[in-house]
């Protein structure tokens, strides 16, 4: 499926107007998301180099980042430079008539150039912003600096993350970042649907380590209750089995769940190994648990006599779920992702055709779409500024000399 760039999106959120500011994951990746879902989102960057996700990349093809298309999608980009009082006051403007407002600085940043939400929100009492920061705008590690790892670490995901006779890991992608984006839309929605009641708008404090601790299960609790502290397990859940990835031939892995009573039952068929259903330390959820690591054993044992594809072709047939360990050349063939348009095209002006996600998750009458990848610095910087904040091309012109847009 082709994205093809459209100005107009019948997407959820199509009348809403965002000013996204700031740079990296953790404020565009929101920015992202709700540009997916059609809001018109300004993106506002410094001028000369722009987003540094701009550069980002582990290599720069045609010496442009494979990170920006994506992170910078759906999005109208406005070269502006905000610590420039001109600047300030093009982006109060540009504020007093939008409904979101996005920003990733370091608390006191905004502030310091006179945009914060107390005087924002005089010339706009709809405005809802959203402040995403490493510790939140208050207590004593506020004006900190915060990365997504400090957020993981401090949330409790780096810990637990990982083999148990190694250093704490990193997930493999910058999770910390994603989950405070992810929460700081969540307050957005919230708090949009909160001014349909009271016309007021509010400020969102999301911080990237409160954002990790979310999402950490009964970490704490278990903790506060037990005194147990939970620790790096490698692939297992530990006293859950069998949960595991186990090997195939050819040095490939097979992912398998079958921990339920009634699925490793299925599994101990398709095993030819009934007798694994009955034997004391399998035969239910608790047992399986204690003896989790010789169960392992076994179902590796038998795992490795099979090409990857016969062995999840037969679990199929067996309903006991089972995967590969997908990489992205196994999603862009998967018959899953093509059915379901998981990955789409849409054209880039130096790469060409370009693939990436969709847009997640799937509204039945109003979906999200990819309409054009992330624009070139500056791409947007006269229509937007023509349009909302009144400069005339002489204007343009001037600010431009100045290096102010």
């Not at 005089?122 to 997504?148: C, I």
């Not at 401090?154 to 910390?176: F, K, N, Q, W």
């Amino acid at each position: 499926m082709t994205a093809a760039p459209q100005p107009e999106t019948k997407g959820p959120l199509s009348d809403l107007v965002v000013i996204e500011m700031g740079s990296l994951i953790a404020g565009p990746f929101a920015g992202q998301i709700l540009g997916d879902f059609g809001a018109e989102v300004i993106k506002l960057e410094d001028p000369k180099v722009g987003d540094p996700m701009r550069q980002w990349g582990r290599s720069l093809p045609k010496g442009h980042s494979p990170w920006w298309p994506v992170i910078g999608r759906n999005k109208k980009s406005v070269g502006l430079d905000l610590r420039t009082a001109e600047g300030q006051a093009i982006a109060k403007a540009l504020i007093a008539q939008a409904d979101v407002v996005i920003e990733n600085f370091r608390p006191g940043a905004m502030e310091k150039w006179g945009l914060s939400y107390e005087i924002l929100s005089k010339d706009n009492p709809k405005l809802v912003m959203a402040r995403v920061s490493g510790f939140g705008q208050t207590g004593p590690y506020a004006e900190r600096a915060g990365y997504g790892l400090i957020g993981e670490a401090m949330g409790g995901l780096r810990y637990v993350t990982g083999e148990a006779d190694r250093p704490p890991a990193r997930a493999g992608i910058s999770i910390g970042d994603s989950l405070a984006a992810m929460h700081a839309v969540m307050g957005i929605t919230m708090a949009l649907h909160e001014r349909e009641r009271t016309g007021q708008g509010q400020v969102i404090d999301a911080a990237l380590y409160e954002s990790v601790l979310a999402v950490m299960e009964n970490l704490v609790t278990e903790y506060d209750i037990t005194g147990y502290v939970r620790e790096r397990s490698g692939s297992i859940l530990p006293g859950i089995a069998p949960s595991n990835a186990y090997p195939c031939q050819g040095g490939e892995l097979i992912l398998i769940g079958g921990n339920g009573d009634t699925v490793y039952a299925r599994l101990t068929e398709a095993m030819g190994r009934p007798d694994l259903k009955t034997d004391p330390k399998f035969v239910d959820h608790a047992a399986r648990g204690v003896n989790q690591h010789e169960l392992d054993g076994i179902i590796a044992d038998w795992t490795s006599t099979f090409v990857l594809a016969d062995l999840i072709a037969l679990l199929e047939s067996n309903g006991v779920p089972a995967s590969r360990v997908f990489r992205a050349p196994d999603m862009l063939q998967d018959p899953q992702f093509v059915a379901r348009e998981a990955i789409v095209t849409t054209e880039h002006p130096v790469f060409g055709p370009i693939r990436m996600q969709n847009a997640f998750p799937r509204l039945s009458r109003t979906p999200g779409s990819v309409r054009w990848p992330g624009p070139p610095l500056g791409a947007h910087t006269d229509e937007v500024l023509g349009a909302r904040a009144d400069c005339t091309a002489e204007r343009l012109a001037a600010l431009r000399a100045k290096g102010v847009i």
